[in-house]
């Protein structure tokens, strides 16, 4: 009885790791369509470098042709943007704060006209400069550590690499909490669409050996061949995103300045290309999960007929009064909002159990 126990937990869990991978795919697609990593970096951008007391740094990085060109249109926001983008643009911006600005009569035409050229010819100098013009605020206390232990342009741009990495990772963190709450939306709605009782479908998998077995024989065979679950919960598009970028920036620090120019332009293309097949791959995945999820023949769905729409005949019965039926739906939302990983990781420690001892009949798990 041990095992049916066993079988019965890995068969359950297999379940909801399919519907938690739904909901992660359902959420990615919403998230591309929404533009929600776009807004998100903005925001978060805007916030670090906005100043009231001197010029909005935020706004102008974002029409830094370093930045602009991640865009895929004028409508749409970068959901990505390398650290080294985002270094190159302020060291930028900064630095024309240090322009010298003159002017001087033209001999021909005898009228007044300005000419405009940096501090120094050195960047790392006009960087310097231009924040010592700044008036004192948190951004400027912010470039100023950058200055910190650096003396020469490529000191200053891995500074600033350092830093919108690790700001970069904390962003990520709110951006997961704030996402959590699409989730659980997400994951509710998925119960309710596919009446998806866990208390109802636990006692399925228990009392019936052959939607048990055949559940336990699927989370096997996705145990023994994880690359494609792994593919969909751990190659984020941010990771994807990040072998890109060391890809190009390896091969741009060696090339010569002709060369660098194709590079770049293949680089944002091929970034591009990435955050764009993001949509489309997030509308396979949901595709893919429900016919998954339809072809395991499950207790779950609603009654439809040529008559219409019916409730099950086991709703509102003795064995399933309403609020078990509630509490079945509510507990499968909270456990599918948990996570694929969760699950997914859970799933592996498990399965490897079921070898340490004897299998049950299908004769023996009825008794």
């Known amino acids: 009885m041990q095992s049916v126990y066993l079988d019965t937990a890995i068969a359950t869990i297999f379940v909801i790791l399919l519907f938690s991978i739904l909901t992660y795919a359902i959420q990615e697609w919403l998230a591309s369509i929404r533009q929600l990593r776009g807004k998100m970096l903005e925001k978060s951008i805007f916030e670090a470098l906005n100043d009231k007391l001197n010029k909005s740094y935020g706004v102008l990085l974002y029409e830094h042709p370093q930045v602009d060109l991640l865009k895929k249109n004028q409508d749409s926001l970068p959901a990505y943007m390398s650290s080294a983008n985002f270094a190159t643009a302020l060291i930028d911006l900064i630095s024309q704060e240090s322009t010298v ?33 700044l008036k004192h605020s948190d951004f400027k206390v912010l470039l100023q550590s950058f200055l910190l232990n650096t003396n020469t342009y490529n000191d200053l741009q891995n500074a600033i690499e350092t830093w919108f990495n690790n700001y970069m990772d904390r962003v990520s963190g709110w951006y997961r909490k704030k996402t959590s709450v699409t989730v659980g939306v997400i994951a509710a709605l998925l119960v309710l669409l596919f009446n998806f009782d866990a208390l109802f479908l636990i006692q399925n998998i228990y009392t019936d050996s052959t939607l048990r077995n055949t559940l336990v024989a699927s989370a096997e065979n996705t145990v023994n061949h994880p690359d494609e ?39 944002q293309e091929e970034r591009s290309k990435t955050a764009d097949s993001a949509r489309g791959s997030a509308q396979q995945k949901i595709s ?52 694929a990983p969760f699950w997914f990781n859970l799933l592996i420690k498990l399965v490897p159990l079921r070898k340490t001892g004897v299998k049950p009949t299908a004769e023996s798990s009825k008794q």
Not at 104 to 124: A, D, G, R
Not at 308 to 332: D, Q, Y
């Open 288 to 339: 893919d999960q429900v016919t998954a999820i339809n072809a395991l023949n499950l207790p779950i769905g609603w009654k439809f007929d040529d008559q219409g729409f019916h409730l099950p005949p086991t709703f509102f019965t003795k064995e399933r009064p309403w609020w078990s039926i509630l509490v079945g739906w509510t507990l499968a939302a909270i456990l599918i909002s948990f996570g």
């Open 101 to 133: 600005v003159s002017y001087q009569i033209n001999e021909e035409t005898q009228l007044l006209e300005e000419s405009v050229s940096f501090f120094s010819n050195n960047p790392y100098i006009n960087f310097k400069a231009g924040v010592d013009k």
């Open 229 to 267: 679950i792994n593919a969909i919960i751990r190659q984020s598009v941010n990771k994807q995103m990040a072998v890109i970028d060391s890809i190009y920036q390896a091969k741009i620090k060696t090339a010569d300045t002709a060369t660098q120019r194709k590079l770049t332009a293949q680089w």
